[in-house]
């Protein structure tokens, strides 16, 4: 293995040679104590990062901008409540490009872009361009153009990007990054992973900001309702693949080394939605008649450069404990999150038979955890959200490449149309493209070599 | 619901229009108290049919055909030791071909065919003209048209041909089969299944019959070795797909009602037996050069016509716990045998929440296992072996259709060339055959539905 200044030498090399990677005008080359940094959209989950922003003193929370009053009132409350100055507020007109004025005017270092799916693109570029950092939530674009401009964008203005990817920071999921890298599983060969969570009341709901079931979805519904839903009746493909996809891209050193070759998509039918609207709105309902596209089992594979397959959930509208059901299988065993278990060969106590998990991910706690644990308690999933937003920012503070860059978000993103793509085809295989034009034989792997981000 | 009778009564009127179910020569229409049995095959797994059979009064084996004389030494001495009637011994000459003479002198009944894969089409296909009835182990055929043969001879012939599946008994499987029948589930949508099982050390052994660890396969080694690692060095797809298909199938009424309409597989790189040869062989060893042709991962997709998605692992070459990997999972709930557990929207205690799965098989045991648990006992593989052999025997008894027809035994079979196939074109999906030729729309499910069989 590579020590860590190998590993980031090498990487710090190959992203040059890939896109620039200087900071932009206002965060210069490293040693920036404090960044200037303005958030666009400040609803349910633009609320999580306002919160773990104002925790932190390297950060000056400058501007916000978001559409809906009633989420600019409640970030305002909650930045006044921890004592922090008042930011400059932008879009309370209703003016959807306010966001504009924000990046022309506020001279921002960084920009967390937590916007419906369908902003996160066009967003994204126009922060780049003004020479903003951008922390783009999950989701790079809708079509699999959009992420081909995204990702000129940063090649052309060398502005960093980051997908907040989170879940590449859970306890267990860095844990088993750890065993992976100590050669524990041998050589990888197989992962699944995916996003199996029962979101009927989160794609449907009464309309009302203070909560209750509802059948409402667009302009009438609240919160991610009124966006999010209108992705479920009009595609039908794996819409939400970075949580699942990240952690198995970070294992098997994807965009570093390997790639994904090939994927293909099969969906079930379409019920539970339907059934959910039937249930708490009744037949007459005029929601009761819309035909959603979105297969409720979406089921994805992945082929590697590598040789090694990856299987990808996507199960949002039916009834369901969540579960990511992770998978990790190399030459000498396998873990498994939906039974808390491991079996490693030579080392499980007896042969063939599964041993609680927990002991093994103690032993390989991630050097981030145990450095940091304390300050995660409390940030939302688990603690996870704490380690994405600090890696964001003090990447950005050592001016170094970003952790999760832009080539994991567009390729992990692309998922999305290239299964939609599959999908429509009849569930054909479709090729793959190769974002980093041939450079993944010679990047190297950058992502949580220590206790820094 | 229909009711039993109903039941039956569709499905015998389906089948006959499908193929004859009249029986063979020797057991006329229904009231046979005794049937002549023959087995071709007494090696390891023929060994357990042959102890069941010894235990039924209403089964007189009257010959067993092997070429290999330790098997056939160990026949005699179990058929002695239960104090049956010595059969007649086919093929210790060495002649492959023995058990023809076996079929065309013994007045068979029913043939148990439980030899080398490459063997069952032949072999079925030889019993089926003789108009011995044929209950043959796992794997209808090699090549996709060795299924077209074995089921254009069964509809050229009539003679009864029962795939034995032993999975489709097991007692949690059967108890899920109630829960779909009850509902409990919704409508289903999604299963998952597979044979996930480390044959590493039956792939490869010392080659001798009192066991030992070794790396030989082929005509030094013992047992399975001698035939069915070739298929593994030959072949990448997914080999053994009936334990995993049987039960899904049986849960979405495959072939009476619904119809498996596209398949496609992925499949890993090939690690697993070369590290095995190379641990406990050595790189000396001649066998460390071979190139295993199966991926150590096959993941295989099937779409239905109904809307449903099947995705079934075939992982054999890895060190892992045993699991069939079972997922059930329809507008209502789910259960996962993997970590033992259920979830059912408005039954479960908990919203989202897992619950132990043992409450519900409980309440939901089979009357099958109701009645003949007591007499399952013992039989191989946790009981089940009992029953698949009881139904072949019981159905041929009454004259009625075989419970796991010729239908289901080429559709699930046929799963093997198909996903060659796939894998071969570069993990392209491929059409899934229509074996009924439309029948399935018309035929009616018939496992199951009492405690006779």
């Not at 980031?8 to 005008?25: D, K, S």
């Not at 919160?223 to 990240?246: F, Q, V």
């Not at 990790?328 to 080392?347: A, F, K, P």
Request: with cysteine.
């Amino acid at each position: 293995m590579m020590n860590r200044r190998e590993f980031l030498g090498a990487g710090a090399l190959a992203g040059g040679l890939l896109a620039a990677t200087a900071l932009n005008a206002h965060a210069a080359s490293g040693g920036r104590n404090k960044l200037r940094v303005g958030i666009i959209g400040v609803g349910a989950r633009g609320q999580n990062h306002l919160a773990l922003l104002l925790r932190r003193d390297d950060v000056e929370l400058t501007a916000i901008c978001d559409i809906e009053p009633i989420w600019i009132q409640r970030a305002l409350a909650r930045i006044a409540k921890a004592g922090k100055p008042k930011p400059k507020v932008y879009g309370a007109d209703g003016d959807v490009h306010a966001y504009r004025q924000m990046l022309a005017k506020q001279k921002l270092d960084a920009v967390f872009i937590v916007t419906p799916w369908e902003w996160h693109a066009p967003m994204a570029i126009d922060a780049m361009r003004a020479k903003v950092a951008v922390g783009c939530e999950v989701v790079a674009g809708i079509t699999l153009e959009d992420h081909w401009d995204v990702l000129r964008t940063q090649q052309a203005t060398g502005t960093p990007y980051m997908l907040l990817e989170n879940v590449c920071y859970r306890r267990d999921v860095m844990a088993v990054l750890q065993m992976v890298r100590a050669g524990l599983f041998g050589e990888l060969e197989h992962l699944q992973a995916g996003y199996q969570h029962d979101l009927r009341g989160v794609k449907l709901n009464s309309g009302n900001p203070d909560g209750g079931i509802g059948v409402e979805f667009g302009p009438k519904a609240w919160s991610e309702a009124r966006w999010r839903t209108e992705h479920s009746a009009k595609r039908n493909g794996d819409l939400y693949p970075s949580h699942g996809i990240g952690p198995c891209a970070m294992y098997i050193d994807i965009n570093r080394g390997n790639r994904f070759t090939r994927l293909n998509s099969f969906a079930s039918k379409a019920r539970g939605l339907n059934d959910y609207i039937l249930a708490h709105g009744g037949k007459d309902n005029p929601n009761a008649q819309v035909k959603f596209a979105l297969g409720d089992l979406v089921t994805t594979q992945l082929a590697c450069a590598n040789g090694e397959t990856i299987l990808l959930q996507h199960d949002t509208s039916l009834p369901r404990p969540y579960s990511l059901g992770f998978r990790v299988q190399g030459t000498h065993g396998l873990w498994m999150d939906v039974n808390q278990s491991i079996y490693i060969e030579g080392t499980s106590k007896t042969d063939d038979a599964w041993e609680p998990a927990q002991p093994y991910l103690d032993k390989h706690d991630h050097p981030l955890w145990k450095r940091f644990a304390d300050q995660a308690v409390g940030a939302g999933h688990g603690g996870m959200d704490f380690f994405v937003v600090h890696a964001f920012i003090e990447a950005l503070k050592a001016g170094a490449p970003m952790p999760i860059d832009i080539y994991d978000a567009v390729t992990w993103s692309a998922i999305t149309p290239l299964s939609e793509q599959s999908i429509r085809q009849g569930f054909q295989t479709v090729d793959f493209p190769d974002f980093t034009a041939g450079q993944w034989q010679q990047r190297k792997p950058i992502f949580a070599f220590d206790d820094r981000y």
